[in-house]
């Protein structure tokens, strides 16, 4: 087929992409905007002997930029799209029995491997735009790749993109070559703001349109614009509207609208007007508008960010990066010279991230890590991807196909699951939609699954009456129309036959339920009254609702949204019936034996509980002696969360703790245990459990003898040598057997009369004889008179100083002048001598 191609810079690339498709099985074309690679490689590249007969698939991000690159390939053919060229997206198709160039969206090919991984037809699979790294991408590329390796080896692989580390992406591509393209056809003088642009102003509509109004001034043509979303392009459509009159056309152009309404905004005006298109990042890439030769852009930009406190998405609005920003600059420079107005500082651009963060580090993961299950993957590491998401954000997405039973008690992806493959929805709507349908639900599930998809579904916290409405054709037309025809293209794809003459707040509550399991939540006891009433969730956690709320007096809700904590706040949610829970969730009911430490009542919890999640509907107690392993289990968990001084110690029972730690500390080459209260913490299985029999509450721990657990941690001769060498008590000259104080560490303390020592010329000692004690010398009153280790110091310098003071204060008590040769005594003299 002899294709007339345009002029483009990309043209002087071909031979050499040629060569290397030929030769190998894979390339990566580096070419940047305005070059002409969406529309001219495709067509340059029909010819080739390795195509003949096969087919080419082109991946495009965004929905409007696969249509409008079918559009130009066909036009360039002279065709209509469907005929030599055509395009697949969502809930559309036009490909016809003569198509060789088929551009579809990303996900699409996904479910093509998914169905026949063998691509059978398809000679060559085109990503482009790939720096863009959406998940979809990103998934299909790894996925392909696979494929290819072993199952496909005649399959070529091209990855085509503006502003890539192409090197990372060649490697991935087993060391493809990599072509670099000419640069854009024609200049672009790109003219910054003096001052920046609040990305949280509310009146960034606005100021997008005096950028607007000011480009309209200095520059003929149409303009395209670029904001983050919706809502700021109806800001800025109203301010040009009232500006400008009927003289320029001003076309909105996001995801949401309809083709008709993109198509609008792509095509002249048919009335020959100047033209203003209000665009979000939709129109960043891979689109050439005819008559744009002037770009405003905004510098922000609206992605989608998973916060995993609140289990989903948000949208976030943050400034561009400097990549996307030279795409959103190059939309101006493909027809002729160019203007484009950044309404930022030239300081501020050179602050911007380098290049946008890929969606497999930021977004959520189930649907994509149903994917890899259904591809026979546990893990993104078994295949090809630049980036790997976060350990945390995978084990989540996990976690949640197994509320949805879309994963296997082997983690392997369900018969259940593979029905939800087959719907192009999220696994949460997909579960929602075959399980209604199952219960004769499927009408309302479509209708609640649109309004869950639409962006303004969270006007109020209670969900069923945003259905209704919906269901009704209330709310504003674009937003009444777009969930509308979601609803019927979900009743198509989940062959569902049943029209619902009334939507009822109960079966968009079962509905609900089924697209959140974990967020099933029943009303707290004793939280009424209170500003906010708390609901435990089957995912353990906690959310509130005001209490001026309705829903705040259901015993149960199904909640959709909430507003991370912590505390987590309701935003949307409807009362359910118990009734239709333990109906509906039959299968996620589990009894439980549950035997554990109750920090709030010091006693172990031993009873069966039928639970969905974390909510116990129905408790059995359960008897202890048949557990009683698990029981001990318990209890010394309970220990632990209390402490050692949860136990009876007496002053026995820490005298015989240090007596042990001191020889431990005397002697540490022989093998005495380590009865420190770090030491028994860690070997509580060890020594205390086997004498937690019948023990289930923490007063029963009173009937422990402390005392006789530590002896039974020594052996008999360590229990006699205990008794030798660190002994309770000690026989002074007196004949009185005294007390000794052990301190873990230290020698320990005899506190005597001083009398009593009379006649002694050496400290006594412990330990064998190794270490004296400490000597605390009392008066007659038992006051202390001197602390010493050095009993014979002591008589020799410290005694007659002491004996000066209290000989007169004591008379009836022996005060000699040489205490070395006293007899001792404990007694006073009797009265008269």
């Not at 395209?224 to 919706?230: K, Y």
């Amino acid at each position: 087929m002899s294709v007339p191609l345009p002029p483009l810079p990309v043209l002087d690339s071909l031979p050499a992409l040629r060569t290397a498709l030929s030769a190998g099985s894979g390339a990566v074309l580096a070419a940047p905007p305005g070059s002409g690679k969406t529309t001219v490689v495709p067509l340059a590249l029909l010819d080739e002997p390795w195509l003949r007969g096969k087919r080419i698939v082109m991946l495009e991000p965004r929905r409007v930029a696969a249509r409008a690159a079918a559009a130009r390939m066909a036009a360039l053919l002279g065709e209509t799209v469907g005929e030599t060229v055509g395009y697949q997206i969502r809930f559309e198709r036009r490909v016809g029995a003569r198509t060789r160039v088929e551009v579809v969206t990303e996900g699409l090919l996904a479910r093509r491997l998914q169905a026949d991984p063998e691509l059978p037809g398809v000679g060559l699979v085109i990503f482009d735009e790939f720096h863009e790294r959406s998940l979809d991408a990103d998934l299909a590329l790894a996925l392909t790749l696979d494929a290819r390796a072993n199952l496909n080896p005649e399959l070529r692989v091209l990855v085509m993109s503006a502003t890539l580390d192409t090197e990372r992406v060649a490697g991935l591509l087993d060391d493809a070559p990599v072509i670099e393209s000419g640069g854009r056809l024609y200049p672009i003088d790109v003219r910054y703001a003096a001052a920046a642009i609040d990305r949280l102003a509310r009146d960034h509509g606005e100021q997008v349109a005096r950028g607007v109004l000011r480009a309209l001034d200095e520059n003929a043509g149409d303009i395209l614009a670029f904001l983050p979303g919706a809502r700021e392009i109806r800001q800025a459509q109203g301010v040009l509207s009232t500006r400008l009159g009927a003289d320029v056309a001003v076309r909105p152009l996001y995801g949401d609208l309809s083709s008709q309404e993109q198509d609008l905004a792509l095509q002249p005006d048919a009335a020959g007007r100047r033209k203003v298109i209000l665009a979000t990042n939709i129109a960043q890439t891979s689109l050439t508008v005819e008559g744009v030769h002037t770009v405003v852009d905004g510098g922000l930009v609206r992605v989608a960010r998973f916060d995993l406190a609140a289990g989903a998405n948000r949208l976030e609005t943050e400034r561009v990066s400097r990549a996307s920003a030279e795409q959103r600059a190059g939309r101006a420079g493909r027809l002729g010279p160019g203007v484009c107005y950044r309404l930022w500082s030239r300081e501020q651009h050179a602050s911007l991230m380098a290049h946008d963060t890929p969606e497999i580090l930021a977004v959520d993961l189930t649907r994509f890590a149903l994917e890899l299950a259904a591809w026979g993957v546990d893990r993104t590491q078994s295949l090809r991807f630049l980036d790997h998401p976060s350990d945390t954000n995978w084990q989540y997405a996990r976690e949640r196909l197994h509320d949805l039973a879309a994963l296997d008690a082997s983690d392997r992806i369900s018969a259940h699951g593979r029905e939800l493959m087959r719907l192009p929805a999220s696994p949460r709507l997909a579960h929602m939609l075959v399980m209604a349908r199952k219960n004769g639900l499927g009408g309302v599930a479509a209708w609640t699954a649109a309004s869950l998809e639409a962006r303004d579904s969270t006007g109020g916290s209670d969900l069923a009456q945003v259905v209704r409405d919906y269901a009704r054709g209330h709310g504003d037309p674009p937003g009444r129309r777009r969930v509308a025809e979601s609803a019927r293209q979900f009743q198509r794809i989940a062959a569902i036959d049943d029209v619902p003459s009334e939507v009822r707040d109960q079966d968009v509550a079962r509905c609900i339920a089924w697209a959140y399991p974990e967020r099933i939540a029943q009303r707290r006891a004793g939280t009424r009254g209170a500003q906010e009433v708390a609901f435990l969730c089957a995912d353990g956690g906690e959310a509130r609702i005001r209490e001026i709320d309705p829903l705040a007096h259901a015993d149960w809700l199904a909640i959709a949204q909430w507003d991370p904590g912590p505390p987590r706040r309701i935003r949307s949610a409807i009362a359910i019936e118990a009734e239709d829970l333990l109906r509906d969730q039959q299968e996620s009911l589990q009894w439980q034996q549950i035997v554990a430490w109750n920090p709030q009542s010091e006693s172990v919890l031993a009873e069966s509980q039928r639970r969905l999640g974390a909510i116990v509907l129905e408790r059995k107690p359960l008897p202890l002696k048949d557990i009683a392993e698990l029981v001990a289990d318990a209890m010394l968990a309970g220990i632990r969360s209390i402490g050692l001084h949860a136990l009876p110690w007496t002053d026995a029972a820490r005298q015989m703790q240090a007596r042990i730690a001191s020889l431990r500390h005397w002697r540490p080459e022989e093998d005495w245990p380590d009865v420190s209260d770090v030491g028994l913490a860690a070997r509580l299985e060890q020594w205390l459990r086997p004498h937690l029999t019948g023990i289930s509450r923490r007063e029963h721990l009173d009937r422990l003898d402390v005392e006789e657990l530590l002896r039974a941690q020594l052996d008999y001769r360590q229990q006699q040598d205990l008794q030798r060498l660190a002994p309770t008590h000690i026989e002074v000259p007196s004949g009185s057997r005294i007390r000794l104080d052990y301190r873990a560490g230290e020698a320990p303390a005899l506190e005597v009369k001083l009398q009593e020592m009379f006649g002694s010329h050496d400290t006594p000692t412990v330990d064998g004889g190794r270490t004296k004690v400490v000597l605390h010398l009392l008066s007659p009153a038992q006051r202390p008179i001197a602390v010493t280790q050095d009993l014979a110091g002591f008589w020799t310098r410290g005694y007659a100083e002491v004996r000066k003071d209290l000989r007169g204060r004591y008379p009836r008590h022996p005060w000699p002048e040489d205490p070395r040769t006293a007899i001792p005594t404990r007694r006073a003299k009797p009265r008269g001598t």
